[in-house]
């Protein structure tokens, strides 16, 4: 077995090789956003640069000045509010679950989704550091807050060509549950 594969933000054509099931080590500066975050930037537009971009759906504890516990959200909630995104470059989505057919497809060609274990809070700001903040407003849990990563392990849920860790392991459950019956 290989270690894992190192990536740096802004991410390139990197991704694109990149193959479900594959291990990776992220580091640099990605973007939390949940529903709220989606919402305003589909209406206000984005407050980052989002070329090479990566979102954590995430709506991590702040305190401090830093970041005391960043645990992935349930990404299947954004399925309908991605595409603008990926249509403005943004190549990775962190999170966990998976994400729908919709998404699997609009990141063909263009970016993955990596997945980090829920439950992991703790682990996942030990490779973190807060950088700022954009719409405050929303709240700690709503903001779109500005994180640097070092070195965040994470699994290529959903590779660029379409393969799908969540997909398959759905199918393999249906197909032991259908034994059963």
């Known amino acids: 077995m290989t270690g ?3 990536l740096t933000t802004p991410l390139g054509d990197e991704v694109l090789r990149l193959r479900a099931g594959d291990r990776v080590e992220l580091s640099g500066t990605v973007y939390t956003a949940r529903d709220e975050a989606h919402l305003r930037m589909q ?5 980052f640069d989002p070329k090479g971009a990566v979102i954590y ?13 960043a645990g992935p959200t349930t ?3 954004m399925n309908e509010m991605e595409g603008f995104l990926i249509d403005k470059g943004v190549r990775a989505f962190i999170g966990k679950g998976g994400m729908g057919s919709t998404v699997r497809n609009q990141l063909a060609g263009k970016g993955v989704y990596l997945a980090f274990t829920g439950g992991c809070a703790a682990l996942a700001s030990s490779h973190m550091s807060l950088q700022g903040v954009f719409f405050e407003d929303l709240g700690m849990a709503e903001a779109v807050w500005i994180i640097g990563l070092e070195r965040l392990p994470l699994v290529v849920g959903i590779d660029s060509v379409g393969n799908d860790i969540f997909a398959a392991a759905h199918r393999q459950a249906d197909t032991v549950f259908r034994q059963y019956r």
Not at 43 to 47: L, N, S, T, V
Not at 57 to 69: E, L, Q, S
């Open 4 to 6: 894992p594969i190192r």
């Open 43 to 47: 209406e206000a537009g984005i407050p």
């Open 75 to 77: 990404s299947a909630r």
């Open 57 to 69: 759906h995430c709506g991590p504890v702040i305190g401090d000045g830093k970041v005391i516990a």
